[in-house]
């Protein structure tokens, strides 16, 4: 006959009501904004994180709900993992990922019965994902400073294939007399008559109008058709 003992049933009942409730206010931002982890995923993520603490407490108290989050915390990697979509150098999904992460945290603080904590968890996941977004925004929009930024800069010149050589440590040297050494030199065939020669530099911040006139320094050279230099911020 089946045992059914009210008192813990009734605390799981709690828990699961409270990570449902609290992770019902994190989803229902994620679908407005048309996520791709939105409501019911944030909230099944946090039910499930709740009943599994709950559980694991049931059984052997707080030690095993101690052990149970360990495995929520390292499970739910992978599920955030699967919203995470990279193409190039661009990443799409860490957001959503870490909205996940942190609904995961609430349903095992719901879980433990540690109902304020996890409220106060909700309060400032919500507050990142919304009043953080002007902040986000007005950065974004800020004017992209070379000489102050950190990123990785590179120097293309293009060449004819029997003068890759030449060109080659013609870069090299302009570069260094610049005060700007090489990190490497990448060689890429554009078409049959063109070569594009890529010196990527050590330097993570950069003088602009240096960098200007060692371009067109390079392409002074009758072996170069055409010469110019680019930045992509580091991750």
């Known amino acids: 006959m089946i045992k059914v003992e009210i008192g813990p049933a009734m605390d799981l009942t709690i828990?699961?009501?409270?990570?449902?409730?609290?992770?019902?206010?994190i989803g229902a931002e994620r679908q407005y904004r048309q996520r791709s982890a939105g409501l019911r995923t944030n909230v099944l993520v946090a039910v499930g994180a709740a009943t599994?603490?709950?559980?694991?407490?049931?059984?052997?108290?707080?030690?095993?709900?101690?052990q149970i989050a360990a495995y929520v915390v390292s499970g739910i990697g992978f599920l955030g993992a699967g919203a995470i979509m990279k193409e190039g150098s661009k990443v799409w999904g860490l957001n959503t990922a870490a909205t996940l992460w942190c609904s995961a945290a609430i349903g095992a603080l719901s879980g433990?019965?540690?109902?304020?904590?996890?409220?106060?968890?909700?309060?400032?996941?919500?507050?990142?994902?919304?009043?953080?977004?002007p902040l986000v925004d007005a950065i974004n929009r800020a004017p992209f400073d070379e000489r102050t930024s950190e990123a990785?800069?590179?120097?293309?010149?293009?060449?004819?294939?029997?003068?890759?050589?030449?060109?080659?440590?013609?870069?090299?040297?302009?570069l260094e007399a610049a005060s700007y050494p090489i990190r490497d030199?990448?060689?890429?065939?554009?078409?049959?008559?063109?070569?594009?020669?890529?010196?990527?530099?050590?330097?993570?911040?950069?003088?602009?109008?240096e960098?200007?006139?060692?371009?067109?320094?390079?392409?002074?050279?009758?072996?170069?058709?055409?010469a110019s230099w680019s930045s992509n911020a580091e991750e």
Do not use: Q, W
């Open 15 to 25: 828990s699961v009501a409270v990570a449902f409730a609290l992770a019902t206010l």
């Open 211 to 226: 960098l200007d006139a060692a371009a067109e320094k390079i392409a002074t050279s009758p072996r170069v058709s055409h």
């Open 152 to 174: 990785t800069y590179a120097v293309h010149v293009m060449t004819e294939a029997e003068h890759v050589g030449a060109v080659r440590e013609h870069v090299i040297e302009v």
């Open 112 to 133: 433990y019965g540690l109902v304020v904590e996890a409220a106060v968890v909700t309060a400032a996941v919500l507050a990142g994902n919304t009043l953080l977004r």
């Open 185 to 209: 030199v990448e060689v890429v065939e554009r078409s049959d008559e063109i070569t594009e020669v890529v010196a990527t530099l050590v330097s993570t911040a950069v003088e602009p109008a």
């Open 52 to 66: 599994f603490v709950s559980l694991g407490f049931r059984i052997s108290g707080p030690a095993g709900a101690a």
